[in-house]
């Protein structure tokens, strides 16, 4: 962690923002990397770990509605739920009014697997922050409110 960010062309006052935008993605790239890399099952691919994660924040979704919100075909869903159901992460759970409508919810397990990688991605974390000194902290809370404001745009 003894990077200089004193000499970013993230700070130059010029309006050309191009190096700075090459930058920013390149460090936000790295640490995703890292994050990712920070999970409860290393088989399990960022694809299938998104889906429980979108389970877990979501509730229980329709096949066509987990695809629509991962932004992937129907066929291509069906193959990620059917690998976390027979590993035991979620569950397809028939309606009681409709017999052709199927819900998808995680089971326990699947639970336990998102909380887990959720507390192995905050560790990781947490330990760079207690590296870091107070003013460097300060900065990347602003940062974390900005950078929420461009991925919400």
């Known amino acids: 962690m003894n990077d200089r960010v004193d000499e970013s ?8 923002f191009s190096a700075a935008a090459s930058e920013l993605r390149m460090a936000t ?14 088989t399990m ?12 924040v979501h509730g229980a979704h329709t096949l066509g509605q987990l ?3 991962e932004r992937v075909t129907a066929p291509s869903m069906n193959r990620t739920v059917s690998l976390l159901e027979e590993a035991g992460y979620i569950t397809r759970i ?9 819900s998808i919810d995680l089971t326990d397990f699947g639970r336990t697997i998102v909380d887990e ?15 870091l000194t107070p003013d460097e902290r ?16």
């Open 29 to 42: 790239f790295r640490l995703a990397r890292r994050l990712r890399a920070q999970r409860a099952v290393d």
């Open 94 to 102: 028939p309606d009681a009014a409709d017999r052709r409508r199927v």
């Open 45 to 56: 691919s960022d694809g299938q770990f998104a889906v429980l994660a979108a389970l877990t």
């Open 9 to 16: 062309p993230l700070t130059d006052n010029s309006h050309d």
């Open 138 to 153: 300060d900065t990347l809370a602003r940062a974390a409110l900005i950078m929420r404001k461009v991925a919400d745009r």
């Open 67 to 69: 695809a629509d919100r």
């Open 117 to 131: 990688t959720v507390r192995r991605r905050d560790a990781f974390v947490e330990e760079a922050l207690a590296e």
